[in-house]
């Protein structure tokens, strides 16, 4: 996800990793190109797929109803809240997601910063019946700020363990390529500092990938899968999102990224289709996710 005050897709590509196009296509893998549905004993669970609201942002500006009803439509049983609620209250919103049969199971909210707010944002997530909180982006090049943030995520996530909801972070590529000193990263501070017992990892793979690629590894989803299983904090939830050649973000299934050898070697309890810039129109993306993941086999 990336929300309008993060990084463009172009600037962590180009400026912020320091790569061109013709870079960014060399590392992206190839063979991995349209990667095949296959024919391996796994599937994705139905009801674990749900899909990331920003991906269908402009829709829902214009037709909030409408858009969350085509998702229902498209047989999301699920989606991961963000953008607030379009003037409904929390029971508003879930009398209304009740009523087309979708769950907002997840939910994407910045860091509060005192008791009052956090009790407002928890009291919501279980209002509206969500299973995970998760903390979509933060961006400094200070450790000491990273440090704070984590210490502030642990506080929100016992606060949330005891309200019986699961608290996360999302990351995007600079966690991995950001340079604190000494070689040290953001992602280095965070898997160091967050409470494994209350926080775990919502991963998005493309920009696990691209922060791979950024870094100059030669097999970026090796790297991905490294990420995964190097981390105390467990992965629960995947943003499964697709790259092409040139470093955009592709609809599922149509882009570089092996997701069945992903798939194959960890399993989440969510797997939540985003594409921050979809390739036709908004619910095209939503249609062609979700076939992917009924489909896929790993």
């Known amino acids: 996800m990336c929300y309008g005050y993060g990084p463009s897709r172009r600037s962590l590509l180009a400026a912020g990793l320091g ?16 990667t095949p549905l296959g024919n391996g004993g796994h599937r994705v669970p139905p009801d674990q797929i749900s899909i990331q609201l920003w991906t269908v942002r402009d829709d829902l500006s214009q037709n909030y109803d409408t858009t969350l009803a085509y998702l229902a439509e498209t047989g999301y049983p699920k989606v991961e809240l963000a953008l607030g609620y379009f003037g409904r209250t929390a029971q508003q ?39 995970f909180m998760i903390v979509p982006y933060l961006n400094s090049t200070s450790a000491d700020e990273w440090k704070a943030w984590a210490e502030r995520m642990n506080v929100e996530a016992a606060a949330a363990r005891s309200a019986g909801l699961r608290y996360g972070y999302h990351n995007h590529a600079h966690e991995f390529t950001t340079d604190l000193g000494g070689g040290r990263t953001p992602w280095d501070v965070l898997t160091s500092e967050l409470d494994p017992r209350l926080v775990h990892l919502e991963i998005d793979i493309y920009w696990a990938v691209t922060g791979g690629i950024g870094r100059g590894v030669a097999d970026p989803v090796r790297f991905t899968l490294d990420v995964i299983r190097r981390a105390p904090q467990r ?4 943003h499964v999102k697709d790259r092409h050649l040139d470093g955009d973000m592709a609809d599922l299934g149509t882009g570089t990224i092996d997701f069945r050898r992903i798939f194959d070697a960890h399993r989440v309890k969510e797997y939540i289709v985003e594409n921050d810039t979809p390739d036709v129109t908004p619910r095209r993306t939503a249609e062609v996710g979700y076939r992917y993941l009924r489909k896929v086999r790993f």
């Open 19 to 34: 790569l061109g196009v013709g870079a960014v296509a060399a590392a992206a893998s190839p063979a991995a190109a349209a």
């Open 93 to 131: 919103l879930r009398e209304f997601l009740d009523g087309i049969g979708i769950r907002a199971s997840s939910s994407h909210d910045g860091l509060t910063t005192d008791a009052a707010a956090l009790d407002t944002k928890i009291n919501n997530a279980l209002t509206l019946g969500q299973s």
């Open 235 to 238: 992965v629960l939830q995947f």
